[in-house]
């Protein structure tokens, strides 16, 4: 039996209500562990390759082209019933902004417990611990006291790190991050790195990390997918596109790049 990618986007082409092209074309593959970053700048089209993979769209955007399969099943036909029993229990997502992912009257455990009660049969005291147990391994002290907090009173990269818990809260194998550190400052970036790589390696977790930074994708990434105006310029190993770019595109963006670690 040919080996079959976790999450698979064939040939996906997006477009405006005016009609305007916004993807072309764009196929890649995440395959049981592996993680792939999306790697382009503001406008490139990563964000609603990201939704699309969800199926959450906005209603202005049109899927013209393309399939999108989830271990196999094309998502496309699947009712909104069915797409919420796989959102969170197998696709976990991470957006860039947390504080305005998190519901801002809704106490933080509340939020990252909601996963757990939707695709998990856990009791309510099992539940309770199990969250407080996920916040502490995504590297939140106190989790007591953080899941009593209300999102205006962490700082950033807490928030992150509650999104992040929130994400794997229904223990799903993918997590789908988009920009998730753009918005915090480096050394804290650095810390939500470092607590990816822990999680993968711990729990096999495949990622699709989209950045518009090449360090951060080379840090957490095997596969590099390259995009700009909507199209998918180059794709390969992280190794293979750093070391031996073939668009001129990836070739300045390494060039410009400083000092690149590979690998987590
Ligand atoms: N809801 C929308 N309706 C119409 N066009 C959109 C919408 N969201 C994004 N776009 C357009 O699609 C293109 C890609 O956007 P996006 O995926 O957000 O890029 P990126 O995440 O790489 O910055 C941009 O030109 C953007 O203006
Ligand atoms: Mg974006």
């Known amino acids: 039996m040919v080996e079959q990618a976790f999450l698979r986007i064939q040939n996906l082409s997006l477009a405006s209500q005016e009609g305007q092209s916004l993807v072309k074309d764009l196929s890649l593959e995440v395959s049981a562990g592996q993680a792939v970053g999306i790697l382009g700048e503001s406008g490139?089209?990563?964000?609603?390759?990201?939704?699309?993979?969800?199926?959450?769209?906005?209603?202005?955007?049109?899927q013209t082209q393309g399939e999108i399969y989830l271990e196999g099943l094309a998502l496309g036909p699947l009712s909104e019933v069915e797409m919420c029993k796989i959102r969170g229990a197998k696709l976990g997502f991470v957006f860039q902004e947390p504080?305005?992912?998190f519901n801002p009257v809704?106490?933080?455990?509340?939020q990252v417990a909601e996963a757990m009660e939707l695709h998990l049969p856990l009791g309510k005291v099992e539940r309770k611990n199990a969250c407080l147990e996920l916040m502490e391994e995504c590297g939140l002290q106190s989790p007591a006291d953080i899941a009593?907090?209300?999102?205006?009173?962490?700082?950033?990269?807490?928030l992150q790190r509650a999104m992040i818990a929130a994400a794997l809260a229904g223990s799903p194998q993918l997590l789908i991050a988009d920009e998730p550190t753009t918005a915090l400052d480096v050394t804290i970036q650095a810390e939500i790195l470092q607590l990816v790589n822990r999680l993968r390696s711990?729990?096999?977790?495949?990622?699709?990390?989209?950045?518009?930074?090449?360090?951060v994708l080379a840090s957490v990434c095997e596969e590099l997918v390259v995009m700009k105006s909507g199209q998918v310029l180059e794709q390969g190993s992280v190794h293979r596109v750093l070391g031996a770019p073939n668009d001129p595109y990836t070739k300045e963006l390494v060039a410009a790049a400083p000092r690149l670690e590979v690998g987590p």
């Open 44 to 62: 490139s089209g990563k964000t609603l390759t990201a939704l699309a993979a969800m199926r959450l769209l906005p209603p202005s955007v049109i």
């Open 106 to 110: 809704l106490p933080v455990g509340v």
């Open 99 to 101: 504080a305005a992912a």
């Open 148 to 158: 009593r907090a209300y999102p205006h009173q962490l700082s950033g990269g807490m």
């Open 202 to 215: 711990k729990r096999g977790l495949a990622l699709l990390w989209i950045s518009h930074d090449l360090g």
